[in-house]
């Protein structure tokens, strides 16, 4: 069975634009979870998305976006885009709310 | 307090020894705990899952769960070289597919 992939895997991005990063979790799986990782802050939850719908979501402002479309393929949009946004941005994948499974993450940079 | 704290270490370990990580959650109502191994450069790796009180048993791995002293601990038994790298707890306080991480154990096997 494939796993997560993520595209792109690597993004250079300057102040003030907006990038669009997508996700295909492994195949059956509903729910897809996007996460945020950096030195300082460490793996923050930003959203999940469960049939289409956003399930739960983290403590990000509303540059941060996202969807899923009715194949489960994600996309997570990060607008007006801010130094601090430089990060790994990784999404998992599971069939419910048990084990989910990462991606190999896209490597965002914001200069 | 952090809702999920570990020990960030380094922990070493000589080759052949037990490794042992611990991590306490804050969210008495958690149902869900998992350990996640990341070596440098790549995303997180699913290596246990624990749902219930008590040892569960992989391979080399055991997950060891105490909900009511809200303790969760890794052990891996016969560490290897290839055992080096980060393991993140991770905590589902019951809110779907929302994974909340430590801050990770940098763990160092040496030969």
């Known amino acids: 069975k494939a796993g997560v992939t993520q595209t792109p895997r690597y993004l250079i991005k300057t102040r003030g634009q907006q990038v669009t990063l997508s996700c295909s979790p492994i195949?059956?799986?509903?729910?897809v979870s996007w996460y945020q990782q950096t030195p300082g802050q460490g793996l923050q939850f930003l959203f999940e998305?469960?049939?289409?719908?956003?399930?739960n979501k983290g403590n990000f402002p509303g540059r941060f976006s996202g969807r899923q479309f009715s194949n489960s393929r994600s996309e997570m949009n990060v607008s007006t885009l801010e130094l601090g946004d430089s990060a790994l941005y990784l999404c998992?994948?599971?069939?419910?709310?048990?084990?989910?499974?990462f991606g190999p993450g896209t490597r965002l940079t914001v200069t | 307090q952090k809702e999920v704290e570990q020990n960030s270490g380094p922990l070493s370990v000589p080759e052949g020894a037990i490794a042992s990580l611990n991590c306490t959650y804050s969210?008495?109502?958690?149902?869900?705990f998992f350990w996640y191994r990341q070596y440098s450069g790549k995303s997180p790796e699913l290596i246990m899952s624990?749902?219930?009180?008590g040892d569960k048993e992989d391979g080399r791995f055991t997950a060891q769960l105490n909900k009511a002293s809200q303790y969760v601990s890794l052990l891996i038994r016969d560490s290897q070289p290839s055992d080096s790298a980060t393991y993140l707890c991770?905590?589902?306080?019951?809110?779907?597919?929302?994974?909340?991480f430590g801050q990770g154990t940098e763990l160092s096997v040496k030969p």
């Open positions: 998992a994948s599971s069939v419910s709310q048990y084990e989910q499974y």
């Open positions: 195949s059956g799986h509903r729910s």
């Open positions: 998305y469960f049939s289409e719908t956003q399930r």
């Open positions: 969210d008495r109502g958690s149902q869900s």
């Open positions: 624990i749902y219930s009180n």
């Open positions: 991770a905590v589902n306080p019951n809110q779907g597919g929302k994974l909340i």
